[in-house]
């Protein structure tokens, strides 16, 4: 009983350590010529498959084509007939550097 005790806990730890560095929930704020408005991420990072939601005050919706090269990412959602493609780096352990055709933003992560 011991040792099974002991199995489950190091599978546990190996787990929690394996998380990848991208998951979680972020926040930034994008400049745009109507004002400022607050952006908020959810990623989920599964292998090489990059997956989540993106949320403002004009709603939210999923992220589409979402990849992930090492500390690289890249994705793209569409919100009003419009498809917006993105690629980001993570810089720091809670931030992460985004840009696409209009510009670069940087999204912290909510702890």
């Not at 929930?25 to 990623?43: A, C, L, Q, S």
């Not at 084509?65 to 917006?84: A, R």
């Amino acid at each position: 009983m011991k040792h099974l005790l002991t199995f489950a806990f190091v599978i546990v730890c190996l787990t929690a350590c394996a998380q990848n560095p991208i998951d979680g929930k972020w926040k930034g704020t994008r400049d745009t010529p109507n004002g400022n408005f607050e952006i908020t991420y959810t990623f989920k990072v599964e292998g090489n498959v990059l997956t989540g939601i993106w949320k403002s005050e004009f709603g939210e919706t999923k992220l589409e084509n979402g990849k992930v090269d090492g500390k690289k990412i890249s994705y793209s959602f569409s919100i009003n007939d419009m498809t917006i493609n993105y690629t980001g780096e993570l810089v720091k352990e809670d931030e992460i550097l985004l840009k696409n055709e209009r510009g670069d933003m940087t999204i912290t992560r909510v702890k």
